[in-house]
């Protein structure tokens, strides 16, 4: 009877403990509370993140708050089949006032760490490094069905799944363009700003390659949802 006592208090104990996490931490800290387009990144909001994966629903609605209050423009597209089949997929067409070089695919994780991403990091800091505000973002792509750096036997890339995106650099309302491949290693604002921006970045994906990571990224930054915070 005493052992069946102490673990119906150990449960009491545990349930008051979560409804005190659920109702006294901020959200981004509790694991309880859904996950918001506002949340900053953190460890609890990538693992929220990660859930999503399991529940496109719930991923999509939240890419519906996006739309309705002007982050992100998007569409549904149909499941694709073939060698590298892609569901549950959508066509991000530009980040609200900040357009692309051209729509993407992306897995619906993807688009909304990519919203996320440029909204909390991306805009703010055009203002504060280049003083102007953040127009265009320009890229290389997100979907193509291969293996990791086309080698034949190696794994599948996160391209593969639209599980990346590479950008490769930054228009801004002052008329102003950057470039990762000139800007990466240049002087001035344009070197800080992409500096800052890509380690600032790292938080919002799984992983973040750059051109220090190898010649291959020379030219753009790699943001993809694989791993837990690798940033090169």
């Given at each position: 009877?005493?052992?069946?006592?102490?673990?119906?208090?150990?449960?009491?104990?545990?349930?008051?403990?979560?409804?005190?996490?659920?109702?006294?931490?901020?959200?981004?800290?509790?694991?309880?509370?859904?996950?918001?387009?506002?949340?900053?990144?953190?460890?609890?909001?990538?693992?929220?993140?990660?859930?999503?994966?399991?529940?496109?629903q719930?991923?999509?609605?939240?890419?519906?708050?996006?739309?309705?209050?002007?982050?992100?423009?998007?569409?549904?597209?149909?499941?694709?089949?073939?060698?590298?089949?892609?569901?549950?997929?959508?066509?991000?067409?530009?980040?609200?006032?900040?357009?692309?070089?051209?729509?993407?695919?992306?897995?619906?994780?993807?688009?909304?760490?990519?919203?996320?991403?440029?909204?909390?990091?991306?805009?703010?800091l055009a203002?504060?490094?280049?003083?102007?505000?953040?127009?265009?973002?320009?890229?290389?792509?997100?979907?193509?069905?291969?293996?990791?750096?086309?080698?034949?036997?190696?794994?599948?890339?996160?391209?593969?799944?639209?599980?990346a995106?590479?950008?490769?650099?930054?228009?801004?309302?002052?008329?102003?363009?950057?470039?990762?491949?000139?800007?990466?290693?240049?002087?001035?604002?344009?070197?800080?700003?992409?500096?800052?921006?890509?380690?600032?970045?790292?938080?919002?994906?799984?992983?973040?390659?750059?051109?220090?990571?190898?010649?291959?990224?020379?030219?753009?930054?790699?943001?993809?949802?694989?791993?837990?915070?690798?940033?090169?």
């Amino acid at each position: 009877m005493a052992k069946g006592v102490k673990i119906v208090a150990g449960m009491a104990i545990m349930g008051a403990l979560a409804f005190w996490l659920y109702e006294r931490l901020p959200a981004q800290y509790n694991p309880f509370s859904p996950l918001s387009i506002d949340d900053p990144p953190t460890l609890v909001t990538r693992y929220k993140l990660r859930q999503l994966v399991n529940n496109p629903q719930q991923c999509l609605a939240l890419l519906e708050q996006a739309k309705t209050r002007g982050l992100l423009n998007f569409r549904s597209v149909p499941d694709i089949a073939g060698n590298c089949p892609l569901t549950d997929v959508v066509r991000v067409q530009s980040f609200g006032r900040v357009g692309l070089s051209s729509s993407f695919l992306a897995s619906c994780p993807l688009a909304l760490s990519s919203t996320r991403f440029v909204h909390q990091r991306a805009v703010p800091l055009a203002q504060a490094e280049m003083g102007s505000e953040l127009t265009r973002i320009n890229h290389l792509g997100s979907f193509a069905c291969r293996n990791i750096y086309n080698r034949e036997g190696a794994r599948r890339s996160e391209h593969a799944t639209a599980d990346a995106l590479d950008i490769s650099g930054f228009g801004f309302s002052n008329k102003q363009q950057i470039s990762v491949l000139k800007g990466w290693n240049g002087t001035g604002k344009e070197q800080a700003y992409l500096h800052t921006l890509f380690a600032n970045g790292c938080p919002f994906f799984g992983n973040a390659l750059g051109p220090e990571y190898n010649a291959a990224h020379a030219n753009h930054f790699h943001l993809g949802m694989r791993g837990y915070g690798l940033c090169r």
